[in-house]
């Protein structure tokens, strides 16, 4: 066996083990946090140091790393070069670090927090390992989420004069730094959907998503922009990263889209706009809605269904978005002999659905969000062996790969928990959130609008450089807190900087997203970027309405919710009729403008701005329907 095989075996047992072991943690029920959550970590150093080596040659496509994800980690395969002395080094420190807590757990679990000084090794310990997660997060995140880990401990040391001791007991030796609640969410939720997802994929479930919204959409007008919608939003479901979907999606979606008509740019946008979705579509959402689910002490399944609508809208409003453009510009779909049917595709792997049919029923049903990933995990295999067409590619080495996928998928979210865990040290130990939210206060001057404005630029611009869930988490620590003050309801503030940590992924300057989709579509990142805003239009503007209007988030008595759905997903196809200038047939200025407004009306539940909503429509609709067919194609269609 040569030196490199042998290296990759050793990732492989590794990476195994960590999930074997949280499966096993689910089944028979977690141990106690200290130890689990350190367990957790210590998989996840061994991973990173060894899946990017610090001497790692740099290699050219595909091999080498070349864009990172949304969710912290980097896409593609991992380099070939084998770790240095220095990573097996801080392997070693990360086993000691940590071994020090597993022996000495119930002594840590015991001690008075701020009253009984660190011991000496243990300040040694402590500092080690602090560099040992920022070194880590660095590898696999990058470096704006370390680097502000950092600017956050000197405001401790420097502004707040808190002293080093302190600042290395909170981080290393209790449950309120790196080993927070975010780690545990990361320990207990993240890792087990992670697997679930790497199991679906390795049992078909991609190509049945493909197949799936082939069959449905694909011989529509617009019809490959309309397969990329609901095979992104199904797949995204599973993935939880934007830019992982992308890239399994988009080399088969956007090269239709191209083939029938649609310019690169806006196949880039389409394509990038509903991957990033998947993050906020139920029944699986990113591993930040996992963490909301802990900051408000609330079941994972109520988070789903505050998320329902909204992630509605926003899937419609891009639907439709690809419909009109389609219909602007005089696009077919796809030659009926080219698509699956729907009959044949349901006879032959429907049955794959049945894993996420056991999670969302065990949901529904109450159980605990982990145990229902197990559930569905375990029946992945067992789904997919029913049927002979499905059963085919199924053996040892699947469930294998799917073990070993699903750990090196979670090592980000993993890292990303421990070093977000170091700025909620820094915050609870300092109050910092009491002084930063009267900043906000103070610059938003009591009012709610305003807030939510510097609430949703915050948002996008720590999303441009973090993560997901690190963005959303510091947002939650130092904005989400004005927000409520200000009049919001806790759900709704937490649900809109959510929206707007997961919305850098399609904003420019830095949007991930658009980039992988842009590179396949050999387009202008620019032109492709403000595409994707256009096409994604609703998702900026949905979350202020439920706001201002909880019944968005089904939170209200069921008549104001049905009628506000009804309402807001007309208003979101009026939006995207406006911004793209089709309804009937190709709109005039002045409809393109009554559109745009009635859709923000529509949008906003109330029964007057509904009627004026709805009032706009209906002049809209008349008078395309009436105006003479020769002065409806001698109009010059706006652009």
Partial sequence: MTAERAFKMTIALIAVSMSVYHLVVAFIGAPQQFFFRSTHLLFALALVFLLYPSLRKR???????????????????????????????????????????????????????????????????????????????????????????????????????????????????TTEGIFGSTLGVSAAYVILFVLFGAFM???????????????????????PGKVAVVSSSLFGTVSGSAVANVLVDGPITIPLMKRTGFKPPFAAAVEATASTGGQIMPPIMGAAAFVMAEFLAVSYLQVTLWAAIPALLYYVAVFFAVHFEAKRVGLLGLPRSEIPRFIDVMRERGHLFLPILVVLGGLILGYSAPLCALAGTLSCVPVALLRKSTRKNIGWMTI?????????NSIAVALACACAGIIIGV???????????????????????????????AGIVLGMGMPTTPAYIVMVSLLVPALIKLGAIPPAAHMFAFYFAILSAITPPVALAVYAAAGIAKANLWESGWAAVRVGAAGFIVPFMFVFEP?????????????????????????????????????????????????????KPGYITDAIGLALLLSVIVNQKLISPAKAAAAPPVK
């Fill in 551 to 603: 019944s968005l988030l089904m939170i209200g008595d069921g008549f104001t919710i049905m009628t506000s759905a009804i309402s807001a997903t007309i208003g979101v196809i009026c939006l995207a009729a406006g911004l793209h200038g089709y309804l009937f047939r190709p709109v005039w200025l002045w409809e393109r403008i009554a559109l745009v407004i009635a859709a923000v009306l529509l949008i």
């Fill in 427 to 457: 915050i609870t130990m300092t109050g910092a959130a009491i002084n930063f939210t009267s900043v906000v206060l103070g610059l938003a001057k009591d009012l709610l609008p305003l807030a939510l404005v510097l609430t949703m630029m």
């Fill in 201 to 223: 994929e390795r049992t078909g479930i991609g190509q049945l998503f493909m197949d799936f919204a082939l069959s449905l959409t694909g011989h529509t007008a617009g019809g």
């Fill in 400 to 408: 294998w790969h799917a073990l070993e996928d699903g750990a090196k």
């Fill in 59 to 173: 290699e050219t496509p595909p091999e080498g790393h070349l864009l990172r994800d949304d969710a912290g980690g980097t896409i593609g395969k991992a380099g070939t070069a084998l770790a240095s002395w220095l990573d097996w080094l801080l392997i070693a420190a990360s086993i000691v670090t940590i071994a020090y807590i597993w022996i000495n757990h119930e002594h840590l679990l015991t001690r008075f927090v701020y009253v009984e000084d660190p011991t000496q090794i243990e300040l040694v310990l402590g500092t080690i390992f602090v560099a040992i997660v920022l070194d880590a997060t660095r590898r696999i995140i990058g470096l704006a989420l370390p680097v502000t880990a950092v600017i956050f401990l000197l405001y401790a040391f420097f502004v707040a004069k808190t002293r080093p001791e302190q600042i290395i007991e909170i981080m290393y030796i």
